[in-house]
Nanobody
């Protein structure tokens, strides 16, 4: 079992930055590949970024590439999502997720464990 707690969301103006954190407990953190997803009102949950166990394979959605950075600190059992250049269309609830595999994945169904979500609101 893996427990995930998301934090760091908030209200920010367009062009601003936020850093999301996801603290993991339970199973050894370095055994998990991690991902971030988001869900806007009335829309399906979508992939944002993913990182493999060792942190050397990273994937991004095209919509956030060059603006968002995913990273992990295995010593702190935490994965981060640094979000720069935020846009109103980035407004959503952001969820971290864990999969008990080595590799990173864009697919929501590959993840077994989910955080509770943290709200990000970007005003224009």
């Amino acid at each position: 079992q893996v427990q995930l707690v998301d934090s760091g969301g908030g209200l920010v103006q367009a062009g601003g930055s936020l850093r999301l954190s996801c603290a993991a407990s339970g199973r050894r953190f370095s055994d998990n590949a991690m991902g971030w997803f988001r869900q806007a009102p009335g829309k399906e949950r979508e992939f944002v970024a993913a990182i493999n166990r060792s942190g050397d394979n990273i994937l991004y959605a095209d919509s956030v590439k060059g603006r968002f950075t995913i990273s992990r600190d295995n010593a702190k059992n935490t994965v981060y999502l640094q979000m720069n250049g935020l846009r109103p269309e980035d407004t959503a609830v952001y969820y971290c997720a864990a999969r008990i595999e080595y590799g990173s994945s864009r697919n929501l169904i590959d993840y077994s464990y989910w955080g509770q979500g943290t709200q990000v609101t970007v005003s224009s």
